[in-house]
DNA sequence: TTCTACCGTACAATCGATTGTATCGAGTAC
DNA sequence: GTACTCGATACAATCGATTGTACGGTAGAA
């Protein structure tokens, strides 16, 4: 290893990397000792005299220093920064729930570090495992596949860590909607324009989320005083083609077909509105759609596409603060926040023909 | 401060954080230097007697030592880290470029670590700031929207940078497809079934991008002995809003409409068929639609959309390679790959009526 | 004039790991 | 028997920043 270790002349062969301007550099410059400079440097200015502040502030800006962050992190033992776990980026549930967390982390100095580890793959554990010593805390946001394996992963590396719009049994540290309402938020608003005869298209029913909606739906239903056959439930899977799956075993059931269709996500909904068309069952007029989850493509789906928009945003920042909580020593808490649900009414819906 | 200097007693109180292994705890209770440690960790066993080696590894595991990232990144200098930056996930383009990457860091030992950076927001060089220190690299995938402001503040980050699928005039560093080719390919697929009127729904004309399909768009009419008149060019923005209004433009332009429509991206072209419904023109009846970018949505939106596959993994994968070889030194380039550009049929294009 | 405060700054330990070089001891050759 | 070699491991500097405490000097009080 060549080591010039008291000639700070950058090397002028590699023209790529400059020399970098440590804390020493200005200290030196400025004629102070390091300490001062360190301090100085992060405005802890209290007991120094105006002029050697002003000084070492415009030695540093003049040299370009920029504290090294791996060292800093050293010293303090912690890394200013989070990861988000998804597991699907192609999903739409997970971009607000992200730029909600991101506002957050913003808000007090701390970097959002986003990975995709899909909770399917065999070595997410070492995925998982690179993120150590990178981040002080983990958020995971898996709504939408099972996970097992992850949450195994989670604790090895014993980093504080917040479910996202997912609970697991053993889990305290949670945000979560009130997912029962989210689903009945849909039934009560088909109800309303008419429909008695309402199916669902469920999420993946080995999830804890596709669970409660289930749960809310039926609850509605017993609210509004309908019963339906057990062969208008079916398991989308939170994918397009196995919400599209679930159409078909819904429309081709032997206890006929519904006037309407109660969606547990928006590409659950799409794949069903592909499902429809290739039945050549009219939408809204033979069959209305509702489904959760409110995206932009969502308004230009043939025909757009009914939704019910949940404040993710809302939800993403909740978590990242409780993660923050988490960090300064507070105990977890699952927590079930107001979703704010929203009908954004298109034309997938209609009274039913009569 | 409370500084029990050796006083390596867990605190009780504080159930969360359990001590830290640390390689010195290891060399202690195997009986070794930390420096023979630290060696045998890393397999650096040359030298050693097997059963030091066997010894050392024993007691790491026992002890469940786990080396500190941070400590061995100020050492080393290096993170063994990347970030890939994107504008915005809700874009179909960058989920597959981003696996693509994801592969390679994998290969090499590497995390990578993704940053949604809004290139019009006003805190972009602020989250720019916060990567530095944490990765070594940055790979900047920003296809689809203008981004002065990220080069400059990349620029004084001055860690290496590889552009992905976008060009930049100063840029030496960057892969890209050849999108001359991507677009011609489109208007080969509709002249091929005997389209003679074609419009075109560019990316944003401000964007590398747009302008080369553009470029390659008008090179493919040439080359078919076709004309078409001025407004059947609209600029699509790569958004779904932007597709719309182009199709709107062109669908109302003075010089009657075409019978096919070749727009640059799946949200164009999603905003296209919006527009088309809108509008009451069938398609494929009365006009055809083809787009690039494939994605599982294409196959259900209505109809299907005929769109062009790119192989955007590779793209990334030669991304993150070129920055691997950027930090061994290597300089950077400006590297066309061929984006091996594959029609997937679907139902929004047919021939022309006669 | 001498002692006491206190102000401004410097000293030095520390975070946890990596690595060039020194050292110790045993075996071998003469 | 002495010197030399080499194998196995220990020593110590280092990466760059943070922070508790010590220290020197000046001013006000007695």
Sequence with gaps: MSQPTNDPVPDPGSGTRRQRVKLSDVARAAGVDLS??????????????????????????????????????????????IAMLVPDLDNFGFTRVLRG?????????????????????SNQNSRLASLEGRVDGILVAYG?????????????????????????PDATASVLFDEEANAAAMVDY????????????????????????????????????????????????????????????????????????????LVEGIGALSALRELNVAVPGEVSVIAIDEHLVAAHTSPPLTTVRLDQRALGRRAAEMLFDRLDGAAGQRVIIDSAAEIVPRESTAPPRT
């Design 36 to 81: 001062t400079a360190s301090r100085l440097i992060r405005n802890q200015s209290a007991n120094y005299r105006p002029e050697t502040v002003e000084r070492v502030n415009r030695v540093a800006k003049e040299l370009g220093y920029r504290t090294n962050q791996q060292a800093r992190a050293l010293r303090l033992g912690r890394q200013q920064a």
């Design 101 to 121: 967390a991101q506002e957050v982390c913003e808000e007090r100095g701390f970097t959002l570090l986003i990975s995709e580890i899909d909770p399917s793959s």
């Design 144 to 168: 939408s596949a099972s996970d097992t394996g992850i949450t195994g992963g989670l604790d090895q590396l014993g980093l504080p860590t917040v479910l996202v719009q997912r609970g697991a």
């Design 190 to 265: 088909l109800v309303g324009l008419g429909h008695r005869s309402v199916a669902h298209v469920s999420g993946a029913l080995s999830t804890d989320t596709g669970i409660r909606r289930e749960r809310g739906f039926n609850a509605a239903l017993i609210r509004h005083g309908l019963e339906i056959p057990a062969d208008w439930r079916a398991d989308g899977a939170w994918t397009i083609d196995g919400g599209r799956a679930a159409t078909f075993a819904i429309m081709n059931s032997a206890s006929g077909h519904p006037t309407a269709l109660s969606v547990d996500s």
